[in-house]
């Protein structure tokens, strides 16, 4: 806790800081009277603001406010005396000009600025100092081609003037033409009549009426065709106007009418304007619509429907129809949403017109993109499934119990609906680790890892022979054994093999695998059995060499090539449906070249 400051300690620290107590210390945050050591006057510091924040005592010596004395000194030094006490620096004070005797109301910092004063003298002084004299003023206007006719008023008054260049009189002002502008007949800001009539019958019109102004229509008749017209002189005067028949911007109505029969458009009322919808029947479709003039003269209108830009109700529902939709409404517009039913399954849904006429099929039922739930449920009870929650959506997981193996499973329904399969269990596609401990154990093999995975190889003990082997649960299960010193059914390891690739034309699959050349069960037989035809095999010294040739086969196949087993467990159930691929994914002649590859590498 901060040490209490005694009074003592207070009052050294005022003095050392300029100003003088006038009172005891009455605490940090309180004003404390005391007297100003620099300029005697009386102040109200807070001890706390002097002593923490480093503020200096007098508010007076550092600026911070102005004492009434100082301010009514510096206002008299302004030739202005105050009427009334100071109200502060940025208040209006009300006082006399001494000058002119005027009361005014400058603010204190005004004056402090030098902008503050008597407002009354500062024009007349303004106004003497600004003031142009007379001859300057006639040398200007000599200058820009204008000789004055009266004397100077002003620079702010019209000036009765003669333009040496067009001899007509004008009245700028002084300011106007010291700024850049002149004759005003001469900038086109102002038109005299006669010049008016001159411009008109350059351009082959005879003005009928005196000149009404530069925006008004002027009655005029052309002396090209004859026609009277009534164009304004300022679009003349540009270029733009003239003879609206000669300039092509006015159709006769026969001429008109020949331009719509000319584009299959009969008028059914008549011509208006080029620029009006005029009411036509279309002389293909037999429809009436209401194309511009202008539109159908420059290629771009004509009939809509037969242009395909709109679409009649009545085309529309006939569209729908030859779809296999029923509209259930009136015809809301091509890219909106149309209730409809469909045909094909009954279900009400809402294709628009658009995509119907560019092919899409309509129903988002009968494309697949949206399942009944009740249908989808029927559907995974029929593949051996039985839906634990609601249906969620197509292509996500739906939790699931195999009726089969009572075991709970999570496909999408679209993989399901696709034929890959329900069950990742029944499949063979995923293995429950205490049934490859019950494999492993039931072809005398103690597992001394935990399982991993089907393609792992497994650190195992033959119970047999007491010897440590490394076979997959994908071989176990496949060939009823796992040691390979033991084997006699399978694949004897230590005698000749051959690794062989067949396909399959029904099935569409390409398979690789092994076979041992004096093995008693025939694994190629099995195959042709089940319509496999051999493509070709090749022959080794030990089923070692082949072995391993056949796992990295399947590597390069599984992992470089991205290809995963094509074919299930029920496909195949003379097994090895774990080494087939997609036949339309790799050809027979790729597969084999990597087997010659390896065979030379394996050597």
């Known amino acids: 806790m901060a040490r209490r400051t005694s009074d003592s300690e207070a009052v050294h620290l005022m003095i050392a800081a300029g100003a003088k107590p006038l009172e005891a210390f009455p605490g940090s945050k309180k004003p404390w009277l005391c007297e100003c050591l620099k300029c005697g006057r009386e102040i109200s510091p807070s001890f706390g603001n002097v002593k923490n924040n480093g503020t200096k005592p007098c508010a007076y010596c550092s600026k911070k406010r102005v004492h009434p004395d100082d301010a009514e000194k510096l206002m008299r030094d302004a030739g202005l005396e105050p009427l009334e006490p100071y109200p502060g620096s940025n208040v209006k004070w009300k006082c006399k000009h001494l000058k002119c005797g005027e009361i005014v109301y400058p603010a204190h910092s005004w004056i402090v600025a030098g902008q503050g004063g008597c407002q009354k003298c500062g024009y007349v002084e303004s106004g003497l100092k600004g003031r142009v004299s007379e001859e300057l003023a006639i040398e200007v206007m000599n200058a820009a081609g204008l000789t004055p006719l009266t004397p100077y008023l002003g620079s702010g008054k019209p000036w009765k003037s003669i333009c040496q260049k067009c001899k007509q009189i004008v009245s700028p002002t002084y300011n106007s033409v010291s700024s850049g502008t002149g004759c005003g007949v001469c900038a086109g800001k102002i038109v005299v009549p006669e010049i008016a009539e001159e411009v008109m019958r350059n351009a082959l019109l005879e003005p009928l009426v005196p000149y009404p102004g530069s925006k008004t229509n002027w009655k005029c008749k052309c002396m090209k065709c004859g026609k009277t017209v009534f164009p304004n002189y300022g679009d003349v005067n540009q270029g733009d106007g003239g003879c609206?028949?000669?300039?092509?911007?006015?159709?006769?109505?026969?001429?008109?009418?020949?331009?719509?029969?000319?584009?299959?458009?009969?008028?059914?009322?008549?011509?208006?304007?080029?620029?009006?919808?005029?009411?036509?029947?279309?002389?293909?479709?037999?429809?009436?619509?209401?194309?511009?003039?202008?539109?159908?003269?420059?290629?771009?209108?004509?009939?809509?429907?037969?242009?395909?830009?709109?679409?009649?109700?009545?085309?529309?529902?006939?569209?729908?129809?030859?779809?296999?939709?029923?509209?259930?409404?009136?015809?809301?517009?091509?890219?909106?949403?149309?209730?409809?039913?469909?045909?094909?399954?009954?279900?009400?849904?809402?294709?628009?017109?658009?995509?119907?006429?560019?092919?899409?099929?309509?129903?988002?039922?009968?494309?697949?993109?949206?399942?009944?739930?009740?249908?989808?449920?029927?559907?995974?009870?029929?593949?051996?499934?039985?839906?634990?929650?609601q249906y969620k959506k197509a292509d996500g997981r739906w939790r699931c119990r195999c009726i089969k193996c009572l075991?709970?499973?999570?496909?999408?329904?679209?993989?399901?609906?696709?034929?890959?399969?329900?069950?990742?269990?029944?499949?063979?596609?995923?293995?429950?680790?205490?049934?490859?401990?019950?494999?492993?154990?039931?072809?005398?093999?103690?597992?001394?890892?935990?399982?991993?995975?089907?393609?792992?190889?497994?650190?195992?003990?033959?119970?047999?022979?007491?010897?440590?082997?490394?076979?997959?649960?994908?071989?176990?299960?496949?060939?009823?054994?796992?040691?390979?010193?033991?084997?006699?059914?399978?694949?004897?390891?230590?005698?000749?093999?051959?690794?062989?690739?067949?396909?399959?034309?029904?099935l569409g699959s390409h398979k690789i695998g092994i076979s041992g050349v004096h093995a008693k069960e025939d694994r190629l037989k099995d195959h042709a059995k089940s319509g496999w035809k051999l493509y070709r095999k090749k022959v080794f010294d030990s089923a070692d060499q082949t072995y391993e040739i056949e796992q990295a086969v399947l590597h390069w196949l599984r992992v470089e090539r991205s290809l995963p087993p094509y074919l299930s467990l029920s496909e195949m159930p003379q097994r090895g449906w774990t080494e087939t691929v997609d036949a339309s994914e790799i050809d027979l002649p790729t597969i084999w070249a990597k087997v010659e590859e390896l065979s030379k590498v394996k050597k």
């Open 244 to 389: 609206k028949f000669c300039g092509g911007r006015f159709i006769e109505p026969d001429e008109a009418v020949a331009t719509m029969r000319f584009n299959n458009l009969e008028p059914l009322e008549p011509y208006k304007n080029t620029a009006s919808p005029w009411k036509c029947r279309c002389l293909k479709c037999g429809k009436t619509v209401t194309p511009r003039h202008n539109s159908v003269q420059n290629g771009a209108g004509g009939c809509k429907y037969c242009a395909k830009v709109f679409v009649d109700a009545e085309d529309a529902i006939l569209v729908m129809r030859q779809a296999k939709f029923e509209p259930l409404e009136p015809y809301p517009g091509s890219q909106k949403p149309w209730k409809c039913k469909c045909l094909r399954c009954g279900r009400e849904v809402q294709p628009a017109y658009t995509s119907i006429q560019s092919g899409q099929k309509g129903c988002v039922y009968c494309g697949g993109k949206k399942v009944d739930p009740q249908e989808a449920f029927d559907f995974m009870v029929s593949k051996g499934l039985t839906p634990l929650e």
């Open 407 to 506: 075991r709970e499973v999570s496909p999408s329904y679209s993989s399901v609906r696709q034929g890959q399969g329900g069950c990742i269990y029944c499949s063979g596609k995923k293995v429950d680790p205490q049934d490859a401990v019950a494999l492993f154990l039931e072809n005398n093999l103690k597992p001394l890892v935990p399982y991993k995975s089907t393609e792992t190889k497994w650190k195992s003990e033959c119970m047999k022979c007491g010897n440590v082997v490394f076979p997959t649960h994908h071989m176990v299960s496949q060939r009823s054994g796992g040691c390979k010193y033991c084997a006699t059914l399978g694949l004897d390891f230590t005698l000749p093999a051959y690794i062989y690739l067949i396909t399959h034309e029904q």
